[in-house]
């Protein structure tokens, strides 16, 4: 008997009926959903009793350390989860995400007792940026589609198809960093961004 090809089988009998349930079952995607929400206000309401509401009796390294338990090794300064929590933001999870995602666009200072946010961009730069990276990236995917249909199995001397995927790479990440810049437009709905003049 062959023990690897039994373990697998074993294995995939333990992953598949959670997977085809997830991809089948709407009401056990919400059931997940609903316990991941159920654990986040639980874990919220324990911050904002224990750190949040005594912050005066503590020292900075502890309430940072209970931030980074409470993000669960996310690393954002107590002073930006204070920040939100001082301006009722609703969504406090995904804005912390939005910072996180939008850090390489946007300088934060915690040496004061408020944070301050500016950008690296101007809103015009931030609008430009992401309506030309989308167009390029629409204009690299209608290419990739043509190239199937083009005789040719190379250009300037390249694969086709290597040549495509390099320029569908560079598209889709320049997508990523002009929805970077752009998630400092929308952070700025919520709190206070300074953009360059």
Same mark, same amino acid.
């Given at each position: ?58 020292? %900075? ?28 933001? @609703? ?27 500016? @950008? ?67 952070? @700025? ?6 953009? %360059?003049?």
């Amino acid at each position: 008997m062959n023990w690897a090809i039994l373990l697998n089988f074993l294995t995939a009998l333990a992953i598949i009926p959670p997977i085809l349930r997830w991809c089948f079952f709407r009401s056990y995607r919400i059931e997940l959903k609903r316990k991941d929400y159920e654990s986040n206000s639980l874990q919220l309401s324990k911050y904002i009793k224990s750190t949040y509401k005594e912050k005066a009796n503590k020292e %900075p390294s502890e309430l940072q350390a209970e931030t980074d338990t409470f993000l669960v090794g996310d690393v954002i300064s107590y002073k930006i989860v204070f920040h939100a929590l001082d301006l009722k933001i @609703s969504r406090l999870f995904e804005f912390l995400k939005n910072i996180k995602y939008a850090k390489i666009f946007l300088d934060i200072d915690t040496n004061n007792e408020i944070p301050t946010f500016k @950008s690296k961009l101007t809103e015009k730069e931030i609008k430009y940026f992401f309506n030309i990276t989308f167009g390029f990236h629409i204009f690299a995917t209608i290419l990739w589609g043509f190239s199937y249909i083009i005789d040719s199995d190379t250009f300037f001397g390249i694969p086709k198809s290597f040549l495509v995927l390099i320029i569908l790479c560079i598209t889709a990440t320049s997508v990523r960093f002009s929805t970077q810049a752009k998630t400092v437009e929308l952070l @700025s709905k919520d709190i206070n961004v300074q953009f %360059p003049s």
